[in-house]
């Protein structure tokens, strides 16, 4: 096998993969000049506790990625259940139409989902890039979350509700 198809097939095996990983879906946001921007990401994770931080992997094709290389602070907002139709304008629209439904508001110069399950101000401590993509390292300097709240979870390319999976089995 050459190595081009080589490559594919690990290409391939890869996205298959990825696509049985479940994961919570996350409305990354900033503020730059005046302007909101955002985007869906599932490549978000947290990082440490000393400092409390956390990493969001961002494509650097993305529209996000330049006002968040330029920006000091960004918002990871986890979406929850009821943030579902967010997510779907966040891909469908554009620019700042993806703030066109939601309770945005705006703390420490960037926008904050306020019905959010929860969410993270980060100040940007680190980037590294990799491949395609950046990671920004944040340190948190503010943070909230519901009680109550359902993670929206993206699973084989539709969003599930892993809330109603069975109670944990015991240890
Ligand atoms: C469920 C889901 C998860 C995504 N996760 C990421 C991610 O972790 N990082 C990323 O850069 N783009 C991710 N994307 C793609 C972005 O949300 C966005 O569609 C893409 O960057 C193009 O955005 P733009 O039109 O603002 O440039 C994800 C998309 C979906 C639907």
Known sequence: MSAAADNTAILDAFRAAMRHVAATVYAVTTGHVGE???ILATAVSSLSFEPPS????????ASLHEPLACADTF???VLGLGNR?????FEKARGEDRFGIGDWREEHGVPVLASAQSYFICRTAHRHEFGTHTIFIG??????HRENAAPLTYYDRHYIDISAAPERAPR
Not at 85 to 89: D, G, R, T
């Open 36 to 38: 909101r921007h955002g």
């Open 54 to 61: 956390l990493l969001v992997c961002i494509n650097r094709a």
């Open 75 to 77: 918002c990871v907002n």
């Open 85 to 89: 139709e967010i997510a779907e304008v």
């Open 139 to 144: 340190e948190l300097i503010d943070a909230r």
